[in-house]
């Protein structure tokens, strides 16, 4: 029995789609019957009726524990969270069923987790660009105020230099340094 409840079976079903065996050519009679027949149209009933779409707790907690990530980290037991995260996203209760080692799910009911996961990474991606974005601009802002700054800096020592440039005492000083400069540089050599 462990060998059969590790296993997935899968089976395949040969239809022959005519009795001439010409391509192309499709006996819709021939087909029904061999479904019928085969147990194939009473399997997809039962499908339908019952849960046909299972997963593993882990694989379940690893794809949806997006919907509801608080109630997934606060909760140990994976059973009791995989029940958490399926009450928050508002699903009737009837549409799946815990298991021991699985949650099954009715037909349709994993396209519609899978559009609420896709809802909330999109509002996910949506919150990480815009604070990407906005990263960006104020980077870019700072390094405008820093040269914004940088360029008042030059101005306002251009400004002084220009107005120191025709000022007397500063002529004076300006001829003097030079002639301090020779008279250390003599000192030094002694």
């Known amino acids: 029995m462990t060998t059969l409840k590790s296993t997935q079976p899968h089976f395949v079903r040969c239809i022959i789609p005519n009795e001439l065996k010409q391509p192309g050519v499709i006996d819709s009679h021939l087909v029904m019957h061999q479904l019928t027949c085969n147990g194939v149209l009473e399997g997809i009933r039962i499908c339908r009726k019952g849960f046909p779409n299972r997963m593993n707790y882990p694989d379940f907690k690893l794809r949806y524990k997006i919907l509801n990530p608080a109630a997934v980290d606060r909760e140990s037991d994976i059973l009791k969270a995989a029940g958490l995260v ?58 405008l105020q820093e040269q914004r700054l940088a360029l008042q800096v030059v101005q306002r020592n251009l400004r002084r230099y220009l107005q120191l440039r025709t000022w007397p005492w500063w002529k004076m000083w300006s001829r003097v340094k030079p002639l301090l400069n020779v008279a250390n540089v003599e000192e030094e050599m002694r």
């Not at 069923?97 to 987790?113: D, E």
């Not at 899978?114 to 104020?138: C, N, P």
């Open 86 to 143: 399926l009450e928050s996203t508002g699903l009737d209760p009837d549409m799946y069923r815990l298991g021991h080692t699985k949650v099954f799910f009715r037909a349709g009911v994993l396209g519609q987790l899978e559009e609420l996961r896709d809802d909330r990474l999109s509002k996910i991606i949506g919150w990480m660009q815009a604070f990407m974005r906005g990263y960006l601009v104020r980077k870019e802002y700072k390094k």
